[in-house]
């Protein structure tokens, strides 16, 4: 299984909800990542899990928050969010290593916050 | 600061033709580089990579170019086809505590002209 896969495919929350957004992977990669990407930009890194610890957090605002409950999910807490967090959320995984690190991506959860 | 980017954000080509997606680096500490094709609504896909002591690597019509004295990188493919329009990022490598970090580059629309 190569695959990652993301739910849900869009999602539309207002600025009071609490959503989450979840990520899956069998290939027994030990890190996993959360990107968001604005439309016509690229990816940006958000959050990086190692071996189910946070790792790297890009300065972002407190209204997301990571979770990886074990070494295939990682999830990631929405909570009073803007209309400019609207954007296109990407989890990917990888081996962790000081080498070669391609990193494989899942489709996306398309989010719009009104 | 590391930045990635690309000298043109727009290329179109003849279908048939070969295509040339440049990416210039600034990180001279990176030592590991991937070129990733997004089509629309998806998340990104792997196209090839390379590491810093390589310059060339080839895979099925793609060719990786690696300048490290200019901080240059290149994507060639070949005998372009429809199915190759896209958006093309090259990502850079940069390891830090204990996984690894991608910088991806602002990208590159390839319109294949049939």
């Known amino acids: 299984d190569t695959e990652v896969t993301q739910t849900p495919k869009h999602l539309v929350m207002g600025m009071t909800n609490k959503k989450s957004l979840k990520c899956e992977q069998h290939?027994?990669?030990?890190?996993m990542y959360w990107y968001k990407q604005k439309a016509k930009k690229p990816p940006e890194l958000m959050f990086v899990y190692s071996y189910e610890k946070l790792s790297i957090n890009e300065s972002v605002p407190s209204r997301f928050s990571p979770e990886c409950p074990n070494s295939s999910l990682l999830n990631l807490h929405l909570h009073a969010l803007q209309p400019e967090d609207s954007a296109l959320y990407l989890c990917a995984s990888s081996q962790v290593s000081s080498g070669r690190n391609e990193q494989f991506f899942g489709p996306g959860t398309r989010l719009t916050v009104l | 600061g590391e930045s990635v980017g690309l000298h043109l954000p727009t290329l179109s080509v003849q279908e048939g033709d070969n295509s040339i997606i440049n990416c210039a680096y600034s990180n001279s500490a990176s030592d590991y580089f991937i070129w990733y094709k997004q089509e629309s609504g998806k998340g990104p896909q792997f196209i090839i990579d390379?590491?810093?002591?390589?310059d060339k690597r080839q895979g099925q019509r793609v060719t990786v170019l690696l300048n490290k004295t200019v901080k240059h990188l290149s994507l060639q493919i070949a005998a372009t086809q429809p199915g190759d329009s896209a958006v093309y990022f090259c990502?850079?490598?940069?390891?830090?505590?204990?996984?690894?970090?991608?910088?991806f580059g602002t990208g590159t629309r390839l319109t294949v002209i049939p």
């Open positions: 990502a850079e490598n940069s390891p830090r505590s204990g996984a690894n970090n991608l910088f």
């Open positions: 290939m027994g990669h030990r890190a």
């Open positions: 390379i590491r810093s002591n390589m």
